[in-house]
């Protein structure tokens, strides 16, 4: 089996695209509306036909991570680009949170937890 989607919920799904689209790279599919014409749902394209789901989000409030339910969307990077990486996310205002031999690990505007992985590559 392969992964389809990864729904994620943002208070603003707009804002989020900073992001997941702009600086992360992420290719935008396609984008749902309410009847009413307020934005729902972007689509952002991953590898072997899965995507992300940024979905607007009904109600505000933090999950712990040590909650059970999604932990982070972990994005699979080159070892040899984690610094070009590491450089990109802090110009663009998103700092890393902490980082293992294997990830880097950072938050969106929302608190969803987000890795940039090498793994089983360790860093160089």
């Not at 990864?6 to 989020?16: F, G, T």
Request: hydrophobic content about 40%; proline content about 5%; overall charge negative.
């Amino acid at each position: 089996m392969k992964i389809h989607h990864l729904a994620i919920k943002v208070e603003d799904p707009e804002r989020s695209l900073s992001l997941y689209r702009d600086l992360l790279g992420l290719p935008e599919l396609r984008r749902w509306f309410e009847p009413e014409g307020r934005l729902r749902s972007v689509w952002l394209e991953l590898e072997a036909g899965a995507f992300v789901a940024l979905e607007r989000a009904e109600s505000s409030g933090l999950r712990a991570d040590e909650a059970p339910g999604h932990h982070c969307l972990a994005l699979a990077i080159a070892a040899a680009d984690r610094d070009a990486w590491r450089t990109k996310l802090s110009l663009g205002g998103i700092g890393v949170e902490r980082e293992s031999p294997y990830s880097l690990y950072f938050r969106d505007r929302d608190q969803n937890l987000i890795a940039l992985s090498h793994h089983p590559d360790a860093e160089l």
